[in-house]
């Protein structure tokens, strides 16, 4: 399977993308039932207390709370404070806060600088807004955004130091998992270096994803190249771009091994997939690469320089995951 593109607008690069990948996952799936039956492909999921929707987990706070503590309550579960970007989505967070017995929701948007912007990423375009009547009036000081109940939900600009009857919605993205027999399968779609990736696997209670056999590569093929995952917002750059695996030979030159705590095993003693010439520890200016990725379409391995950086592939008990099924 080759994986290309033009260098188009995002847009015109994601249909290209979904043509081209009917094909292979017609193929896939025919795989799937007749030789792997043991696998499947899971819904997007979110943590346990977190909700899913619409490539999004949502999760609602404490009562009780100010803006800035909410802010912070989010950053501390690894997402930021909402932000609402359609009607579709507003009113689905208005239907899990019902019955919170709040006042108020505090969301990401706030005013900086004399401009409502979301406080996490200022270059998030003001696409949706959903002000009740004459707000924002920020006329006593009021300088951050929230759902207010006793405006039906609608938009209202409150004071930021406010915290009674006030709680809050975090976001993060929701991610596809696909699991084999072994173990599940998780695709960051953002980039780190082979270390920090790895310290992101063990953060979430797994570790980089070490591939044993051609069942788990059909597993990887179902979660990077799920059409569902590839009309999430970034998924069209993740399906031909490099990823991390935890394969390394850091310990000794030549000598590879998944570098799995509690689980190391020497990669040369069980299934392999390296590409012609691989792994040829040709770095650039003569550095060692000594860390594993594997590419999209052909699912082969490479070495590379371990400081490089791109997504990643955790694996995870099945343990670890709790489903969150769209509703
Ligand atoms: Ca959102
Ligand atoms: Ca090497
Ligand atoms: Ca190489």
């Given at each position: ?11 015109e690069a ?10 292979p ?6 795989i799937a039932?007749v030789?792997?039956t043991?696998d499947?492909?899971d ?5 346990k ?5 619409k490539?999004?987990c949502?999760?609602?706070?404490d009562?009780?709370?100010d803006f800035?503590?909410a802010?912070?309550?989010?950053i ?9 970007s359609?009607k579709e989505?507003?009113n689905y967070i208005k239907?899990?806060?019902q ?6 929701v505090?969301f990401g948007l ?10 996490h ?5 003001l696409?949706f807004?959903?002000w009740?009547k004459?707000?924002?009036d920020?006329?006593?000081g009021a300088g951050?955004g929230a759902?207010y109940k006793p405006l ?9 130091g406010t915290s ?9 993205r929701?991610?596809?998992?696909a ?10 779609d ?6 920090n ?9 797994g570790?980089?994803?070490s591939?044993?056999s051609?069942e788990?590569?059909n597993a990887?093929?179902?979660t990077?190249f799920s059409s569902?995952?590839?009309s999430s917002?970034d998924g069209?750059?993740v399906g031909?771009?490099d990823i991390?695996?935890?394969g390394?030979?850091?310990?000794s030159e030549g000598?590879w091994y998944w570098?799995i705590?509690?689980q190391?095993?020497k990669i040369s003693?069980g ?5 012609d010439?691989?792994?040829?520890n040709?770095g650039?200016?003569g ?5 594993m990725?594997m590419r ?17 592939l955790c694996?995870l008990?099945e343990?670890v ?7």
């Open positions: 399977m080759k994986v290309s593109f033009d260098a188009k607008t995002k847009t994601f249909s290209l993308n979904q043509k081209k990948m009917l094909q996952l017609v193929f896939v799936v025919a039932f030789t792997v043991a499947r492909i819904e997007f999921m979110c943590p207390g977190w909700r899913y929707f490539y999004s949502y999760y609602i706070g009562v009780g709370v800035s503590d802010e912070m309550s989010c501390d579960l690894d997402s930021e404070l909402a932000a609402i359609s989505e507003h239907s899990i806060v019955d919170t017995g709040a006042k108020g505090w706030a005013l900086k600088y004399g401009d409502w912007e979301y406080v990423d200022w270059r998030f375009p696409t807004l959903n009740a004459n707000e924002p920020t006329s006593s951050c759902l039906g939900w609608a938009w209202k600009a409150e004071r930021c009674t009857g006030m709680t809050y919605v975090c976001e993060k929701a991610f596809l998992h699991c084999a027999s072994r173990t599940c399968f998780k695709l960051l953002y980039r780190k270096s082979y270390a990736a790895k310290a992101d696997c063990k953060g979430r209670g570790s980089l994803a591939i044993r051609e788990e590569i990887v093929k179902d990077v569902r995952f590839l917002p069209w750059k031909r771009s991390w695996l935890a390394s030979d850091s310990g000598v570098d705590e509690g190391r095993q003693d299934f392999s997939n390296w590409m010439n691989e792994p040829n040709a650039p200016s550095r060692d690469e000594n860390c990725i999209p379409g052909s699912w082969e391995w490479n070495d590379i320089m371990c400081d490089s950086s791109t997504y990643f694996e008990s343990q995951l709790i489903a969150i099924t769209d509703s």
